[in-house]
């Protein structure tokens, strides 16, 4: 058990109290669903390491987190962008990733490796969703409120750091699994230092966040 290990769920259980702390502040209302992302993140973190010290092997839990993630930052876009015929490309991509991600879980790429495609063809609709959205809040916005006050503006940059940072290092991951499997742990770095930036910015968000 090293500094390390307990890194990650530290980082989160500190944006979580934080975010439990200024709670009063995340507005609109399912800005506050990020404490129950939170908390699901944290025991998530926590569990993995413990699967991978009792049974070697904690992809499943992340195959499942990883479409809990993405479809609760997909809601979250959803609920945020104001244009209504982009809300309906969310509604039906959402379900299309779904019903991708449920068959590619069972009968392709499966439990015990990493849906890599998964990720890569959810993150990459994110990515394009958290640009949209600073376009609309940045550019389109006719509101007087500072983005830097506006929580998920932090958020969205935050994502994009997360998801495009760990896209060349996750899609890959079970060819590196199978061909450089020594190199699996050096670049998890990558994944690590780009989720704490995620969780960082969710802290700096909240603090700059404009009570409503």
Known sequence: ??????????????????????????????????????????????TAHLLTVYYGNNIPLYNFQMIFEISFFYYTFYKAISKSSVKQIILYFSIAFLVFAIGNLIFYQTLYDFNSYTYTLGSIFLSFLCLYFLFEIVILSTNIINPFQNFLFWVSIGILFCYLGNLPYLSSLNVLFQNHDSMVTSLSII??????????????????QKKK
């Not at 890194?7 to 979580?16: A, R």
């Not at 230092?193 to 909240?206: A, E, K, Q």
Request: aromatic fraction near 12%; glycine fraction near 2%; charged fraction near 10%.
């Open 1 to 46: 058990m090293t500094l390390k290990t307990y890194f990650l769920p530290t980082v989160i259980l500190i944006t979580l109290i934080v975010l439990l702390i200024n709670r009063h502040k995340l507005t609109p209302s399912y800005n506050k669903n990020f404490i129950a992302y939170l908390v699901v993140t944290f025991f998530v973190e926590t």
């Open 191 to 208: 994944s690590k230092v780009v989720n704490t930036l995620l969780f960082v910015l969710m802290i700096i968000g909240v603090l700059c």
